[in-house]
């Protein structure tokens, strides 16, 4: 939704998208693991002792998360400390379901045709919820950098545009800033040394509530007629 101008403008090639997605898209026992697994991890001795040295603290924390015990009934492996590339069950040619979803999603909701090749890897992080991807986008034709960012502005009344910059990015531009608002944050907008018609962009945007129970809140108005 925070790119929809760029294809509705047909300025869109092709997209590689490296995802990093929370564990709320697992569902609520997942989450509840990715805590019990933080619990865990922050009880290690050497993290209360501020004289312990930091080798001994990583050493620690690494046992922690290879041991037995240690929480990962739902997701297999540990998150907390880590991260999971892979999401959901595999499909044909090497993807797994959740990058096969970036091709047939992008192109169905948007409509387009001919399809834009929509490719990545999907990766689950410590985050608890909203999900933010890494966007490569191979653009159709070399469109001034200013001439994109104007476009995305105006994109839609969600969308956050963040500035290119370090205290912006740090404010706005992750999900312990946009979770639970919904707002879609979208930053780090800057052209690829690959190429002028190479582009780069993060973005940011609760899952649980665009796509859950904003849809539903939404069906609901219009049946009531109010929106």
């Not at 859950?212 to 007629?225: Q, S, V």
């Amino acid at each position: 939704m925070a790119i929809a101008p760029l294809f509705e403008r047909g300025w869109v090639e092709w997209i590689n998208a490296a995802t990093y997605q929370a564990a709320s898209g697992a569902g609520a026992r997942n989450m509840r693991e990715l805590v019990r697994q933080m619990a865990v991890l922050g009880a290690a001795p050497a993290a209360a002792d501020p004289s312990a040295s930091i080798l001994e603290l990583d050493r620690q924390v690494i046992d922690l998360m290879r041991g037995e015990t240690f929480p990962q009934s739902e997701f297999g492996a540990p998150l907390a400390g880590s991260l999971i590339p892979w999401i959901d069950r595999a499909v044909d040619g090497g993807q797994t379901r959740e990058e096969w979803k970036g091709q047939v999603e992008t192109n169905k909701i948007l409509g387009l045709n001919p399809e834009v090749p929509v490719d990545g890897v999907c990766v689950r992080v410590g985050a608890m919820r909203s999900h933010s991807q890494a966007l490569t986008l191979k653009l159709t034709k070399d469109v001034p950098l200013a001439e994109i960012e104007d476009a995305l502005r105006s994109g839609n009344e969600w969308v956050d545009f963040v500035e290119n910059d370090k205290a912006a990015t740090l404010a706005r531009l992750s999900p312990a800033a946009v979770s639970g608002t919904l707002r879609i944050a979208l930053g780090r907008v800057r052209k690829l040394r690959l190429g002028p018609e190479y582009l780069s962009i993060y973005t940011v945007g609760d899952q649980l509530l665009w796509g859950a129970a904003e849809p539903l809140r939404r069906t609901l108005l219009i049946a009531l007629g109010k929106l």
